[in-house]
């Protein structure tokens, strides 16, 4: 079965810095799809950015981007220019490719951003 | 555009009670999910379906069961609550035009169930 860990259960950083959360996963797939999730204080789970295992460009979403180690199995996610509302839980998420699209995570990894 | 729509919001349960967790989505999506989120843990998956009348296990299947009778609705049902179901739960659902389009899974706001 798949795994996903986040080795971080909290993290902090200053308004304005750059902060980057890790994400590891097990798979013996070749093609699959990997995903960082986040959820505020109100609970949403809100999609950040998305990687297709294929694809050997790192996907960028404006402040966010992540850096995909195929050979690792790393997938972190770096936040630029870290503001207030980046505060929240931050899930890695792994879908294996198959027709049904389920997701796995990660426990999470708490960010508070300081001002 | 309402999206995914669990109801409750909050419930509290004794021990030996059941009750039935709402969930509809508008999207037309033939998946949808069932998740639990227990504190300090990432989301563990329930149940799911990819289309009206097929449904599979998850992860934590135990104590809980699902149907889907249509493709909106995607009931989760418990039918002798104990303390260890006390979680909050989501719904998700899902389509291939959507997971091709950077759309993955669209979540509910989450159903948070006590029982004592």
């Known amino acids: 079965a798949q795994t996903v860990t986040q080795s971080q259960p909290e993290m902090s950083v200053q308004e304005a810095e750059t902060v980057t959360l890790s994400c590891t996963y097990d798979?013996?797939?070749?093609?699959?799809?990997l995903f960082w999730y986040k959820q505020p204080p109100s609970r949403q789970m809100i999609l950040v950015i998305r990687q297709e295992a294929y694809k050997q460009q790192n996907a960028t979403e404006n402040r966010f981007s992540v850096n995909f180690q195929k050979a690792a199995k790393s997938f972190s996610l770096k936040i630029s220019d870290s503001q207030l509302g980046d505060t929240a839980m931050y899930f890695c998420?792994?879908?294996?490719?198959?027709?049904?699209?389920?997701?796995?995570f990660g426990k999470g990894t708490l960010l508070t951003v300081n001002p | 555009n309402a999206g995914v729509t669990q109801t409750p919001k909050f419930r509290i349960l004794k021990i030996g009670q059941s009750m039935t967790l709402q969930c509809a989505q508008d999207?037309?999506?033939?998946?949808m999910y069932w998740y639990r989120q227990d504190p300090g843990m990432g989301l563990k998956l329930i149940y799911y379906s990819v289309g009206a009348g097929i449904t599979d296990k998850g992860e934590v299947p135990n104590g809980y069961n699902v149907s889907r009778s249509t493709t909106e609705d995607f009931p989760l049902r418990l039918e002798l609550a104990a303390p260890s179901q006390t979680s909050v739960y989501f719904c998700?659902?899902?389509?291939?035009?959507?997971?091709?389009?950077?759309?993955?899974?669209?979540f509910g706001d989450g159903t948070r169930l006590s029982i004592l």
């Open positions: 998420g792994y879908n294996s490719g198959g027709s049904n699209y389920k997701l796995t």
């Open positions: 999207m037309n999506h033939n998946y």
């Open positions: 998700a659902s899902s389509s291939r035009a959507g997971w091709m389009n950077n759309q993955p899974q669209h």
């Open positions: 798979t013996s797939e070749n093609n699959y799809y």
